[in-house]
């Protein structure tokens, strides 16, 4: 659905929206920053309307406050916390998978009942097939990756609209799955491994383990990457604001990890701590999404695709092959989502994925600042959006709140954001950014 007007032909590299989008690694500018040419930079482009995830950060942490202030007690204790988490788990990854597609303009109204369709190819090869879980797993993501690739090919090949096609396949495959597991009926998922992902946490000393490795690989990296281009004579960061990075990111990682490593048993006997297994998952998924776009060629042509598809066609980009890959990346993504809601639920119905499930995570990508206009975003909106669709959901259900102000509230808060998204759109057109 893509609703950007053609534009004159001009160079990919020089193309203002593909460079602004892609990392700073693939920057060849020579300049030496200093901390405060570094900030002033960042208020010039937040002026000039690139606000990234600012409002999105900003809403979450209005939100967070406001809960806790009505729920003290109950918003912010470990047991909520790790509640929200899991919570967040599917929507952040199916709207991760809707990042790739949105980045190029485009719209998939199937992703959600794909990750049903896909979910339950998945709980029947366990019930009827009683294969492995492993086999059952490959065979769930090999259904999204098919029906992204159909989707991607009647786009890209046939050209036809991506709004009608994914439209078709959202009925279609709701169809699939009622004929898997029949009306009203539902397929249990009794293996361990599976329902351990949403359902079980990982042992305490495992959890920290695996924070002090991110942070300390992340830093690793980050230092790294200032060694590399000081010794190419680029551009970097200062020092103190790659430093300052770091130090957000331990306090967050390890912040978390402690919180999530408490007794949240209510029962003194019972010993209840630890990161839920999901989490891991979906930071390995946040993790390689954010290096596909943001340090690959790849990633560059999506941005290039989204930003003008005539320039990037004229560069020697394929636009039809990065067409077909975002839908099977999304659809793709979009069946590990349905695992992950079939091992929160332990079973899969006919209706999973439909209902509010995709608008949810289209309301998760664009609320944490990907552009519906294509050409800007983020594996990190997806996080964002869906830590804020999950805390209005989580907050409003510890208020004993009705249905109808979840819905109220969510909706504005999409409104919200892609109103943002378009005035943002209009103050880049008039700088020139």
């Known amino acids: 659905m893509s609703t950007e007007t053609p534009q004159p032909p001009e160079s990919v590299a020089d193309s203002p929206r593909a460079a602004d989008s892609a990392d700073s690694a693939f920057s060849t500018d020579t300049r030496v920053q200093t901390v405060s040419t570094a900030l002033r930079e960042y208020g010039a482009r937040l002026r000039s309307g690139d606000l990234g995830s600012l409002p999105a950060i900003f809403g979450l942490a209005v939100l967070v406050i406001l809960f806790y202030g009505l729920r003290p007690g109950t918003f912010l204790s470990t047991l909520n916390l790790a509640n929200l988490l899991t919570q967040a788990m599917p929507v ?4 991760m998978g809707l990042v790739f597609v949105l980045l190029l303009g485009e719209i998939d109204l199937s992703a959600g009942v794909a990750s049903g369709a896909s979910a339950a190819v998945m709980a029947k090869l366990l019930i009827d097939g009683g294969i492995n879980w492993s086999i059952a797993v490959i065979a769930a993501m090999a259904t999204g990756l098919l029906i992204g690739a159909v989707i991607g090919g009647l786009v890209a090949i046939v050209r036809i609209p991506s709004f009608v096609v994914t439209l078709a396949f959202f009925l279609g495959l709701q169809g699939i799955a009622l004929k898997l597991i029949g009306e009203g009926g539902t397929v249990p998922v009794h293996d361990n491994v599976i329902n ?11 959890g920290w383990t695996l924070a002090v490795v991110c942070v300390v690989a992340f830093a690793a990296f980050e230092l790294f990457r200032q060694q590399r281009q000081a010794a190419k004579g680029l551009s970097r960061h200062p020092m103190p604001l790659v430093l300052a990075r770091i130090l957000v990111i331990a306090i967050i990682v390890l912040g978390a990890t402690a919180v ?18 999901g989490v891991p998952l979906v930071a390995v998924l946040f993790l390689v999404c954010t290096f596909v776009l943001g340090r690959t ?14 320039a990037a066609r004229r560069a020697g980009i394929s636009v039809v092959r990065i067409r077909m890959s975002v839908f099977m990346i999304g659809s793709m993504l979009a069946a590990i989502s349905g695992i992950i809601l079939a091992s929160r639920l332990s079973s899969v119905t006919p209706d999973a994925g439909a209902g509010n499930t995709l608008l949810y995570a289209v309301g998760a990508a664009v609320i944490g600042g990907t552009s519906l206009f294509g050409g800007r975003g983020k594996a990190r909106d997806a996080i964002i959006g869906g830590l804020v669709i999950a805390t209005i959901d989580n907050g409003l259900g510890l208020l004993g709140a009705k249905s109808y102000l979840n819905y109220l509230i969510t909706g504005g808060f999409l409104l919200l954001a892609a109103s943002i998204d378009a005035l943002a759109r209009r103050r880049r057109s008039a700088t020139g950014r």
């Open 92 to 95: 952040s990854i199916l709207a």
């Open 196 to 206: 351990a992902l949403a359902n079980q946490n990982m042992p305490v000393w495992l």
């Open 260 to 277: 999530l490593s408490q007794n949240r048993a209510r029962v003194p006997t019972i010993f209840l701590g630890g990161v839920p297994w």
């Open 297 to 310: 060629t790849y990633g560059r042509h999506v941005y290039a695709v989204g930003g003008n598809a005539e």
